[in-house]
């Protein structure tokens, strides 16, 4: 991006120096991996184990620690430890950076960092919800708030253990807590006020919570980012949520999501949402460790974002009174648009006796887990309630139950889907299936049921919306021209033409997997003559070829994960994924890699692959045009076949 415009904006973007030259050669990929895949195993030079990303049973997921990549040659994912942090944790860009900068113990550094930083003022916020936290805790524990820590275990039936590692506590009731035990000058007071902890009437500040039991929301960093506050007895509200504030967006936050992440190592095999911040205690504290809760709202679309991000199956736990089954309906709702054939919403609706909280504490876990598995599917919730609005005894009201049934099943993504709700219609409707979807060819969809304005395509079109607002963009940073990017000149796609057509990109696809045999031999295999002669011959690719070798001359232990980052938000950072994937055909030993010597053999056949086809390109113009040839071109003709003998023998 123009620096102009970084400044203009003043939003902080991350260092490309920091990302490529610092952060990246300070992780071990394969022991980042490891962390979050237990089975990875070490096979020779490369580590080998079962893709995180997609379902298989032969491992085909493998990690190159001298390369600094993964690849799976299954589902085709592949990149260095930002891209495999970014798409495990389903994390913006950003986030991934600071996440693997955390667990280096490094500091993110900043480009363009005017005086006013958006970052450096929601540190603040965040130090200050962290000791709102500590502070509530603490006073849930001591004496004179006994009262409280009775209401979590004796009336909620919370362990000890639990309330500890929830960080649950308590608001007293006082009108200056948070001004004693929290704010530490004027400047932590007002902020207090823009997170919605203190609120100010004219001249004087006043708690937002007071003799109640707290509840800390905390996102998928770890961070305290609001709070929510519940009464001991029947006052009303019950329940008091936090508003949003700089750093802290509902919709775009689940309750629980965080730990049910660290429970499941980030890879859920579902997400059951159910409405309460204490329904989601009591499940995970019986072991269904895997329960999240919207934060007074209806389920949002980014919601069901974050959580088809981390699970495919989601089952949406609802009471089964009257309000029950209309939230369950607004989530389908919601849901539709987001929905693949490798996704799965389910609706389970509790007894009128019972939410989560009162049944899992009565039953134990196998029955709720046993009540999840027998929840409803996505067509059979569907036809059930479209169904229920009508009273299909009554013939006239057939016909208008058909048309909102099919334009509901028309809206639906997935083809298979769609045939099994036109099944289950079948049946109420007294229609056979092949006509239903006669019907159902002309049926409109319904507009309930389409991707919502505000979020087309599974991301919102506001990005102060999508995430707090410290960055601009998650990417932004890398518009800026870099000396050490490149672009590969011919913009064809993989899809247009075979990957490695040329020699030339066949060469640079060696160098980008391979810059230390580069490296290494540098100066034997004479590279920068090598790429004047490239470039006095006119062939494509000498550019970007030059800009290769001049950054591994600079920086000989550049690895190919560091230029897959210089690549990062260029327009040919996709093409340079696959050339740095790109099967060379190059046969590997027991221990995974080939000897220096024979990797440089193979370097040394594109260097000469890549001279024999411009010289034969230039001998066939000549050949071509021998009768009108002049002497000086007939002797370059003969120059050029002993060139070529030479090459070929050589």
Same mark, same amino acid.
Request: glycine fraction near 4%; hydrophobic fraction near 35%; include cysteine.
């Given at each position: ?21 610092r952060?990246?050669?300070a992780v ?95 540190? $603040? ?54 001004q ?6 004027q ?35 770890h ?20 508003k ?51 934060l007074?709202?209806?389920?949002? $679309?980014e ?8 699970t ?9 009174d ?17 929905l ?23 039953f134990?876990?196998e ?9 409803f ?30 334009s ?6 997935? =083809? ?5 709700a ?25 507009s309930?049921?389409?991707?919502r ?18 960055? =601009? ?10 000396p ?29 997997q ?5 490296a ?7 590279l ?30 550049i ?7 210089y ?39 594109c ?8 010289i ?8 071509? =045009?021998?009768?009108?040839?002049? $002497?000086?071109e ?17």
């Amino acid at each position: 991006m123009d620096t102009r415009i970084c400044q203009e904006t003043a939003m902080p973007f991350i260092s490309r120096t920091f990302i490529a030259d610092r952060l990246l050669p300070a992780v071990s990929i394969e022991k980042l991996i490891g962390k979050y895949v237990p089975d990875l195993k070490r096979a020779g030079s490369s580590y080998v184990c079962c893709c995180p990303f997609h379902k298989e049973k032969t491992p085909s997921f493998h990690v190159t620690p001298s390369k600094g990549l993964f690849h799976c040659f299954g589902c085709k994912e592949s990149g260095n430890a930002i891209d495999f942090i970014r798409k495990y944790k389903n994390l913006d860009f950003v986030s991934a950076v600071e996440e693997l900068a955390q667990y280096a113990g490094m500091e993110v550094e900043y480009e363009h960092k005017p005086e006013h930083d958006r970052a450096d003022l929601n540190k $603040p916020y965040y130090e200050l919800l962290d000791r709102c936290a500590s502070a509530f805790q603490q006073a849930l524990f001591a004496k004179e708030n006994e009262n409280a820590l009775n209401y979590y275990m004796q009336k909620r039936g919370m362990s000890r253990e639990m309330i500890i590692a929830a960080r649950l506590g308590f608001a007293p009731n006082s009108w200056s807590f948070l001004q004693e035990k929290v704010a530490r000058n004027q400047d932590d007071i007002n902020r207090l006020v823009d997170l919605g902890m203190l609120v100010r009437k004219e001249d004087r500040v006043f708690p937002m919570y007071h003799n109640r039991v707290m509840i800390p929301i905390i996102d998928r960093r770890h961070r305290v980012v609001s709070f929510g506050g519940r009464t001991m007895g029947d006052d009303k509200p019950k329940y008091l949520n936090t508003k949003e504030s700089p750093i802290y967006r509902k919709r775009n936050e689940l309750f629980g999501f965080c730990e049910a992440l660290d429970a499941n190592r980030n890879k859920p095999e579902r997400i059951v949402i159910v409405e309460g911040y204490m329904d989601v205690l009591s499940v995970r504290q019986a072991g269904c460790t895997y329960a999240v809760a919207s934060l007074g709202t209806a389920t949002t $679309p980014e919601q069901f974002k974050m959580m088809f991000g981390v699970t495919d199956k989601v089952v949406c736990c609802y009471d089964g009174d009257a309000a029950g089954r209309h939230a369950a309906w607004h989530a389908l709702s919601i849901a539709t648009p987001q929905l693949s054939a490798d996704k799965e919403v389910r609706f389970a609706f509790l007894p009128p006796e019972h939410d989560p909280d009162s049944y899992v504490r009565e039953f134990g876990k196998e029955a709720f887990e046993k009540f999840l598995d027998n929840s409803f599917s996505y067509p059979e919730f569907l036809i059930r309630h479209c169904a229920e609005e009508y009273n299909l005894s009554d013939p006239g009201q057939l016909s208008p139950f058909l048309s909102n049934a099919l334009s509901k099943i028309k809206a639906i993504p997935i =083809r298979t889907l769609q045939a099994a709700a036109i099944k289950l219609l079948a049946k109420p409707s007294g229609i056979p299936e092949t006509q239903l979807f006669s019907m159902l060819d002309e049926a409109l969809p319904d507009s309930d049921f389409m991707p919502r304005p505000e979020f087309v395509g599974g991301r919102q079109n506001s990005r102060q919306e999508s995430a707090p607002a410290n960055y =601009r963009s998650s990417n932004k940073p890398y518009r800026k021209q870099n000396p050490r990017s490149f672009e590969i000149e011919d913009t064809d796609t993989p899809k247009e033409k075979s990957l490695l057509n040329t020699p030339m990109r066949k060469l640079i696809a060696f160098i980008l997997q391979q810059p230390t045999v580069v490296a290494t031999f540098l100066e034997d295999f004479s590279l920068f003559s090598f790429v004047d002669i490239c470039t006095r011959l006119k062939i494509r690719g000498s550019a970007d070829l030059s800009e290769l070798i001049s950054s591994i001359a600079r920086e000989p232990d550049i690895t190919p994960a560091r230029f897959l980052e210089y690549s990062r938000d260029t327009q040919k950072e996709g093409y340079i994924r696959k050339l740095i994937t790109a099967e060379l055909g190059l046969s590997t030993d027991k221990d995974g890699e080939l000897p220096l010597n024979k990797r440089a053999d193979f370097l040394s056949k594109c260097l000469s692959e890549v001279l024999i086809e411009a010289i034969n390109s230039r001998a066939f113009i000549i050949n071509n =045009r021998i009768s009108a040839a002049s $002497p000086e071109e007939k002797e370059e003709l003969k120059r050029i076949r002993e060139t070529l003998l030479e090459l070929k023998q050589s």
